[in-house]
């Protein structure tokens, strides 16, 4: 994360990752250690070098304490974390009317209170166990309402394929906690209810998260990269409003490249080299293409100044991706709000879609 968002942003969370930066705690209890990982994690996961510590907040740190006082107070932090404001750290945020904001990091959360409820369950911490159901379910119910919204909303249709993605991998993240339960029949209820959404699972939430897995699969799956390509080019670290949005819907980002004061013409030959690479390097993916028409559209200039100091063989790339750079961002988008239209009609006239999503 950027040094320059850590200092000037606020929240608990990277009020508490400044004061672990600046007075770095020796042999923090677990409970402290908990609380860093889970900010480290919430700071980061949205940019481009994102913490490696997903697996202790979701299920190690939940096995591994003993202490039942720990543990609660564990939770009550982690449950605390459902309020932090994000808007410093993440680009991947979809508003829905009447709802809220809908993001990757209400997985990750979804993730941590599973490992929670899983450990509370195993221990017969019938209290803690009840209110972490609460809570996922509460969220579940959250997010499947917010998808419905988005897709009966003419005109919302990029946001219903947005959404999808964040779903299908929220879903995921709190199959990863699920896999730290111990077999065994006191976790069969509660797998019932949150294990496999989109996957075979399709009857809890009246099967919207196994609806926007299969958009997902269909539409954008190959847009949830880990975005390596993009890891070091250290100048997009700098401001958080150069954080990466959803792809494949990425023009407006290569806009901003192509104008933000922040960036420097050395900054935008190493961003455009990156994402040159990237088209190569991650098949059937768009997103970088976009950007590298928004960055045209903005500005042609700024793009030829940058595409001539790229080497001879990202040239010859940059070359071979003209037509599809060239496509109108009015047509790009077209066609993936027509898969959305398609959905919502199908869903309208009671028309059984596929088998379960693997």
Not at 29 to 50: D, K, N, R, S, W
Not at 319 to 343: G, H, M, N, Y
Request: a positive charge; one cysteine or more.
């Amino acid at each position: 994360m950027s040094a320059q968002i850590l200092a000037s942003s606020g929240g608990e969370y990277l009020v508490r990752l400044r004061g672990a930066a600046l007075n770095p705690p020796e042999g923090p209890g677990p409970l402290e250690y908990f609380q860093i990982c889970l900010a480290a994690h919430f700071a980061t996961v949205a940019t481009y070098v994102p913490t490696d510590v997903d697996t202790k907040i979701r299920g190690i740190l939940w096995r591994e304490t003993r202490d039942r006082e720990v543990l609660r107070a564990m939770c009550d932090y982690a449950l605390e974390a459902a309020d932090w404001d994000l808007s410093p750290v993440s680009r991947r945020i979809v508003p829905v009317e009447g709802i809220g904001k809908i993001s990757g990091h209400n997985g990750e959360w979804l993730s941590v209170i599973a490992g929670a409820h899983g450990r509370f369950l195993a221990l017969g911490e019938a209290d803690y166990a009840d209110k972490t159901a609460f809570a996922i379910d509460a969220e579940l119910d959250r997010e499947a309402r917010g998808w419905r919204a988005a897709l009966a909303t003419p005109g919302a249709e990029l946001d219903a394929l947005r959404l999808a993605a964040i779903l299908t991998h929220n879903c995921g993240d709190i199959d990863q906690a699920v896999s730290f339960w111990p077999k065994g029949e006191i976790h069969s209820a509660s797998r019932a209810r949150f294990h496999r959404l989109a996957h075979e699972n399709r009857t809890p939430y009246g099967g919207a998260f196994q609806r926007a897995a299969r958009l997902y699969n269909t539409a954008m799956a190959a847009e949830g990269h880990r975005n390596y390509p993009l890891r070091a080019v250290r100048g997009l670290r700098r401001r958080s409003d150069l954080l990466l949005p959803l792809a494949p819907f990425l023009d407006d980002w290569g806009a901003l490249l192509a104008s933000h004061a922040a960036l420097t013409a050395e900054d935008r030959v190493e961003v455009l080299s990156a994402l040159v690479s990237g088209c190569g390097k991650v098949p059937n993916q768009a997103g970088y293409q976009r950007a590298l028409a928004g960055f045209v559209a903005t500005s042609q200039q700024a793009f030829d100044a940058a595409a001539d100091r790229l080497s001879a063989p990202l040239k010859r790339d940059l070359k071979s991706l003209r037509k599809q750079i060239d496509i109108p961002r009015i047509s790009f988008e077209s066609a993936f709000r027509k898969r959305v239209t398609a959905l919502a009609g199908s869903a309208r006239h009671g028309v059984r879609e596929g088998g379960p999503v693997h």
